[in-house]
């Protein structure tokens, strides 16, 4: 029997060496280059550019996809394994590098054309608002659609403004009148007819945003406080870029350093898109400040500032007041103007203020 078991462990033992001496006789340089190189590619229908792919070939191990647009770094694929990329409307070469166990390569392009069917079926939602007669609510619908556009026939040098389906545009207009109203359906290159209407805005009999002090239907009851004095008036100085007739005329005077004017608005401001004021300023001194602030109606403690430095004297000036971080939580109905915060006035023609066309703005 010891024999036996002695024998068995030599012919073990014999067949491991030979099987170890197999393996380090294996070429690795033997292999040959991948061959049959091809893809399965499937262009989704829809008009996202969706493409999947799908590396074929033989005697290999690893795939390197360039899709051929801006994409600078390949999709490294096994076997087998599909990938998916979204194009552009367009023509594109495709790439699949097939790669051997040993490093050996072999490449193989392919042609890619990504159209677009032209979109159809466009719907368009125009709407004034209620509350603000200045203000249009737009949405639209539209098969084969990537976006829309909207022209809101304000400005004839206009830039398009876009957006996608389900989401609202809101557009305050300046000035009453009646503008042509354009929107288009796009789809890569291909656009679809516009949509067109004529809409009339006209001010309302409230005080909303914007506030330009020409309606003689609207009471502009300033509330006044610590040596600020402003009321409504005819426009002085009709110049530049502000020739309305009726302005706002700020006149501080001895008090406090933060004497200035408060306007209550007739419903709380809408700052979920729109984030920064536009207020058009007549200064009889170049570096003087003006502090926009708004406030909660009923609790001054919920508010929100910013101070802005005039850079012109005599002459209509167009401030900018970036509220991003303000919180979109909070209610703000008030609206707060202070110049030379941290000066006391002394009613002089040089601590007069005119302001006006306070707009809210993206």
């Not at 014999?14 to 690795?28: M, P, V, Y």
């Not at 830039?159 to 389906?165: C, W």
């Not at 009889?284 to 850079?311: C, D, Q, W, Y």
């Amino acid at each position: 029997m010891k024999k036996i078991k002695i024998l068995i462990s030599l012919f073990v033992l014999t067949f491991l060496i030979g099987c170890s001496k197999t393996n380090e006789d294996i070429n690795l340089d033997a292999i040959a280059a991948p061959t049959n190189i091809s893809a399965k590619i499937s262009i989704a229908p829809d008009n996202t550019g969706t493409v999947t792919i799908i590396p074929i070939g033989e005697g290999i191990s690893q795939f390197e996809v360039y899709y051929g647009d801006s994409t600078v770094q390949p999709a490294l694929l096994g076997a087998g394994v599909p990938t998916v990329h979204r194009y552009n409307e367009g023509n594109y070469t495709l790439k699949i590098v097939g790669i051997t166990l040993n490093g050996k390569r072999t490449e193989r392009t392919f042609p890619i054309a990504i159209s677009f069917f032209p979109p159809t079926n466009l719907a368009v939602n125009l709407t004034i608002s209620s509350l603000n007669t200045m203000e249009i609510n737009v949405t639209a619908t539209a098969d084969f659609q990537t976006n829309f556009k909207i022209y809101y026939g304000e400005n004839p040098n206009e830039v398009p403004e876009t957006f996608l389906e389900g989401e609202t545009k809101t557009h305050v207009y300046t000035n009453p009148g009646t503008y042509q109203v354009r929107v288009f359906a796009v789809s890569g290159s291909a656009q679809s007819a516009p949509f067109t209407r004529m809409v009339t805005v006209t001010r309302s009999v409230l005080l909303l945003l914007p506030v330009d002090f020409e309606s003689s239907s609207i009471n502009y009851s300033f509330l006044n406080f610590d040596g600020g004095n402003s009321t409504r008036v005819a426009n002085p100085f009709p110049s530049g870029i502000n020739t309305s007739p009726f302005v706002a005329k700020m006149i501080k005077g001895p008090g406090q350093v933060w004497g200035g004017s408060l306007l209550s608005l007739s419903s709380p401001m809408d700052f979920s898109v729109n984030k920064k004021f536009k207020v058009k300023v007549y200064s009889p001194r170049a570096g003087a400040k003006l502090l926009l602030k708004v406030e909660n109606l009923t609790n001054s403690g919920i508010n929100f500032e910013r101070e802005v430095t005039i850079t012109t004297a005599n002459a209509w000036q167009q401030l900018t007041f970036d509220y991003t971080p303000i919180s979109t939580t909070n209610l703000y109905q008030k609206l707060v103007f202070i110049f030379d915060l941290g000066t006391q006035g002394d009613a002089s023609a040089n601590y007069t203020f005119y302001f006006d066309d306070v707009i809210l703005t993206n």
